[in-house]
């Protein structure tokens, strides 16, 4: 298991890396990260909809109403230009630190 401060961490990056390939709404997000990290990681929907209200506000992603779908109309996220600009910045830090911690940790990686 992962430590939940690590992925706070990158939380921007995986919500952002997944909008990128499509609109998504809440509990979809949540359920492709449990999929893509093979249960390792569960984000918890509320801190979820803190994470996405904080990137809506910093115009990050946009959201929209979605159809109805069983009895309920679903708020779907959408990735913003800044937003995908935002996200190769992550991404380039991030492959900073992977070298770092390589550098650091050397062996001891397997």
Same mark, same amino acid.
């Given at each position: 298991?992962?430590?939940?401060?690590?992925?706070?961490?990158? #939380?921007? &990056?995986?919500? %952002?890396?997944?909008?990128? =390939?499509?609109?998504? +709404?809440?509990?979809?997000?949540?359920? !492709?990260?449990? #999929?893509? &990290?093979?249960? %390792?990681?569960?984000?918890? =929907?509320?801190?979820? +909809?803190?994470?996405?209200?904080?990137? !809506?506000?910093?115009?990050?992603?946009?959201?929209?109403?979605?159809?109805?779908?069983?009895?309920?109309?679903?708020?779907?996220?959408?990735?913003?230009?800044?937003?995908?600009?935002?996200?190769?910045?992550?991404?380039?830090?991030?492959?900073?630190?992977?070298?770092?911690?390589?550098?650091?940790?050397?062996?001891?990686?397997?």
């Amino acid at each position: 298991m992962v430590s939940s401060d690590i992925i706070r961490g990158n #939380i921007d &990056t995986i919500i %952002l890396k997944l909008l990128q =390939e499509k609109d998504m +709404y809440g509990y979809e997000i949540v359920n !492709e990260i449990k #999929i893509r &990290t093979n249960n %390792l990681f569960d984000i918890k =929907e509320a801190t979820l +909809y803190s994470v996405v209200q904080r990137l !809506e506000k910093r115009d990050l992603i946009t959201s929209y109403m979605g159809e109805k779908s069983h009895g309920r109309t679903r708020r779907y996220y959408k990735i913003t230009a800044f937003g995908k600009a935002y996200y190769l910045e992550l991404v380039r830090e991030y492959k900073v630190l992977k070298e770092i911690m390589f550098n650091i940790l050397g062996g001891d990686i397997s």
